[in-house]
């Protein structure tokens, strides 16, 4: 390719400040350094953690900034020291990375890595690359990367533990949900909660990740799966993958949980929460059985501060967990997700419920915000 070791002009979506529309920009984005990879990206879906960094609530975000992070591409140059990629691999960048060294990486007990740190909220973290530099420039200005990823562009820069390679075959449109959505929601199911069979499971939050949750407890062989959401239009596509019950919170004359320990005998074996505000955190805690219940924490509003346990609570035998990446060791597993994937063992296409161009990326964000789509990816 004559792109290698050139910068690359192309198109970008900059969050230059919160409560702004992105704005789409001729950016320019450097070669790889030592450990490097520049992909061209093909396809990308949008997460609601996009959206968290431009909310005007979150005081953390680090701007100007290209967000995204579930997306899928092919390899357009590698810098020096890379070996396990070449020019032309089709990939996935990985928020999760893998160095395979650390402690982390090598214990079988997290998909952790060392690479990210244990204070900084990890959607601020990986904001430059190794080197403490930016690869992205706009208007003379270095934009800084998101979660080491930053697939709304054209071409991104990632670390070379930030990537998995796929199948050449593999369809792009579909397998960028491995970025993220996907992964997080089904793994959480069956790496962090361990949902075993017969078991009864609740699940809060109907989105992508909800309803990848909802897949990831129907192959671990749960026997009742209770789908919780205050928009009843996503009961279909739950119904169709697997839920067994739908509960509109907002149609029920008394609070989800005593609904559901009423209709359970007790509560849930495994409740996993996919919406992530305090009120639904709470809700999926008390709708656990003591004893055994156990409550999965999978998705975190952008405000919450903190949540009200009982000491009390988890000495009667409860237990919560929280999941990053669905517990999966990224570079590991990814590939083998997507020959599951190709061998027709879930279902993306249900997921995703509109294609647009690149160029309607904040129309995309419209939709999304008003939860009139569970999965949107963007073509380039």
């Not at 960094?53 to 899928?72: M, Q, R, S, T």
């Not at 060392?114 to 900084?120: A, F, G």
């Not at 999926?284 to 975190?300: E, K, N, P, Q, R």
């Not at 999941?323 to 590991?332: A, E, P, V």
Request: overall charge neutral.
């Amino acid at each position: 390719m004559g792109t290698k070791g050139k910068v690359i002009k192309c198109k970008a979506a900059i969050a230059w400040e919160t409560g702004k529309p992105l704005c789409i920009e001729e950016v320019e984005v450097a070669p790889p350094k030592a450990h490097e990879v520049r992909v061209q990206i093909i396809a990308t879906a949008l997460c609601h953690t996009d959206a968290h960094i431009i909310n005007p609530k979150f005081k953390e975000a680090l701007l100007p900034v290209i967000l995204g992070h579930e997306g899928a591409g092919i390899v357009e140059s590698v810098g020096p020291g890379v070996t396990n990629f070449k020019p032309g691999d089709k990939v996935i960048p990985l928020y999760m990375p893998q160095c395979r060294k650390c402690k982390f990486c090598l214990s079988p007990l997290t998909n952790f890595c060392k690479k990210l740190s244990p204070v900084k909220n990890p959607l601020v973290d990986q904001e430059l690359l190794e080197d403490k530099t930016s690869r992205f420039t706009c208007k003379g200005k270095p934009i800084y990367h998101f979660m080491g990823t930053s697939t709304f562009t054209q071409y991104t820069v990632v670390s070379d533990i930030n990537l998995a390679k796929i199948d050449d075959d593999a369809n792009l449109e579909r397998v960028c949900l491995f970025g993220c959505g996907f992964s997080t929601g089904y793994g959480a199911a069956i790496n962090n909660a361990k949902v075993t069979p017969g078991s009864t499971c609740a699940i809060f939050g109907l989105g992508g990740v909800g309803l990848s949750a909802i897949m990831g407890c129907k192959v671990a062989g749960a026997s009742r799966i209770i789908a919780i959401d205050i928009n009843s239009e996503k009961f279909t596509k739950a119904k169709a993958l697997g839920a067994t019950d739908c509960l509109n919170p907002r149609n029920l004359d008394k609070p989800i949980q005593e609904f559901i320990i009423e209709m359970t005998n007790g509560g849930v074996d495994f409740a996993l929460d996919c919406a992530g505000g305090p009120e639904t955190m709470r809700a999926a805690l008390d709708s656990t059985i003591v004893g055994w219940g156990s409550c999965t924490f999978i998705g975190v509003d952008s405000e919450m501060r903190g949540l009200m346990v009982s000491p009390v609570e988890l000495i009667m035998g409860r237990t919560i967990n929280g999941t990053c990446f669905g517990g999966w060791k990224s570079i590991d597993s990814i590939p083998k997700l997507v020959t599951d994937y190709k061998n027709k063992k879930f279902d993306l296409d249900i997921l995703v419920t509109h294609t647009l161009p690149f160029d309607k990326i904040n129309e995309a964000f419209d939709l999304m915000n008003q939860g009139k789509s569970i999965r949107i990816v963007l073509t380039f």
